[in-house]
């Protein structure tokens, strides 16, 4: 029987994850987070790059919200789940649409007990949020 490969498994996750280097750059991303991007344009590049704030809302902190929960997981050497986050995200025309996501987020240790990575997942709850009028 052949190993698995991992990098295949990863990617067809049917949800959005990110893996991200200790400088919150993309290492890997599974398909379903990358919806029109070509992974060659996504990985190796910054997670604020990618996906940055809403340019045309001057009151976006989705960026610094992320910011703060990727630090936390360093600080804490412990994943945890933020609150409902509003981070809004360019379509494929690169016009913001406005979407609220339910993070995760959970380190990575190597065998010597460093972190190494941090794995970023996030589910769209903006359906759910909409419904409850936020």
């Known amino acids: 029987m052949n190993a698995p490969d ?9 949800a959005n994850y990110l893996v991200l280097d200790l400088d919150w750059n993309i290492v890997a ?3 379903t987070a990358l919806g029109e991007r070509a992974r060659d344009e996504v990985v190796g590049r910054s997670q604020f790059e990618v996906f940055p704030d809403n340019p045309d809302d001057p009151d976006a902190a ?20 933020m609150p409902v986050t509003r981070y809004d995200i360019a ?25 190494t990575h941090v794995i970023h997942g996030v ?12």
Request: proline share 4%; glycine share 10%.
């Open 29 to 31: 991303i599974t398909d």
């Open 91 to 115: 379509d494929a025309d690169g016009v913001f649409q406005m979407h609220y996501w339910q993070p995760v987020n959970q380190p990575v240790f190597d065998g010597t007990g460093e972190i």
């Open 62 to 81: 989705g960026t610094a919200a992320m910011r703060a929960a990727l630090e936390r997981v360093l600080e804490e050497r412990a994943g945890h789940v």
């Open 6 to 14: 991992f990098e295949r498994l990863f990617n067809a996750i049917p």
């Open 123 to 134: 589910e769209d709850v903006t359906a759910t949020v909409g419904a409850k009028g936020a």
